[in-house]
T-cell receptor
Framework: QQQVKQSPQSLIVQKGGISIINCAYE??????FPWYQQFPGKGPALLIA?????SEKKEGRFTISFNKSAKQFSLHIMDSQPGDSATYFC???????????FGAGTTVTVRA | DTAVSQTPKYLVTQMGNDKSIKCEQN?????MYWYKQDSKKFLKIMFS???????INETVPNRFSPKSPDKAHLNLHINSLELGDSAVYFC?????????????FGSGTRLTVV
């Protein structure tokens, strides 16, 4: 049973465009929401994370928006670059969890 | 280099064989994990160890047996391999349940059962 639902499965964006990936969860005990980036042949790596006490967090061209009442969060990649082409995973955990529950992943392709 | 390293990177084997994957981290983390990534890239937790103690065993067939000789090592032994075991297996480690600095993943072991 997938605890974090992620969409779309894949997206293609032109260089300079905005990529948007959405995630939703049901478990109200979740209080930590990271995003991981995975390049082919590599393991996932932490990109950015948010906690529910803030509605937005920005790091460079990457922004997480968080809607606690809707139990949804999203990743925006501004000014997308070919080097951003990768698979992105949202995830969630609760304070006592010895695991991260991952979404199904979104493969982003940035066309030059 | 500080990292999570796993060996081998590729493993091709026949059905019914037994194989092991090794993982080591030199980050001083307390918690180590095994995740399975299937052909659709879905990442699923298999096991979680904290200070050598098994914390999570996520309904994994008992053909899979993790072993943690110390908190820097977490190995995975798989008996009687089946076609459905073909996947990429990732080892990861974290401190503070990964809620400050995240998980550090290894580069994965691609297991192909033929």
């Amino acid at each position: 049973q997938q605890q974090v639902k992620q969409s779309p499965q894949s997206l293609i964006v032109q260089k300079g465009g905005i990529s948007i990936i959405n995630c939703a969860y049901e478990n109200t005990a979740f209080d930590y929401f990271p995003w991981y980036q995975q390049f082919p042949g590599k393991g996932p790596a932490l990109l950015i994370a948010i906690r529910p006490d803030v509605s937005e967090k920005k790091e460079g061209r990457f922004t997480i928006s968080f809607n606690k009442s809707a139990k949804q969060f999203s990743l925006h990649i501004m000014d997308s670059q070919p080097g951003d082409s990768a698979t992105y995973f949202c995830a969630a955990s609760d304070p006592n969890d010895y695991k991260l529950s991952f979404g199904a992943g979104t493969t982003v392709t940035v066309r030059a | 280099d500080t990292a999570v390293s796993q060996t081998p990177k590729y493993l091709v084997t026949q059905m019914g064989n037994d194989k092991s994957i090794k993982c080591e981290q030199n980050l001083g983390h307390d918690t180590m994990y095994w995740y399975k990534q299937d052909s659709k890239k879905f990442l699923k937790i298999m096991f979680s160890y904290n200070n050598k103690e098994l914390i999570i065993n996520e309904t994994v067939p008992n053909r899979f047996s993790p072993k943690s000789p110390d908190k820097a090592h977490l190995n995975l032994h798989i008996n009687s391999l089946e076609l459905g075991d073909s996947a990429v297996y990732f080892c990861a480690s974290s401190q503070d349940l990964g809620r400050v600095y995240g998980y550090t993943f290894g580069s994965g072991t691609r297991l192909t059962v033929v």
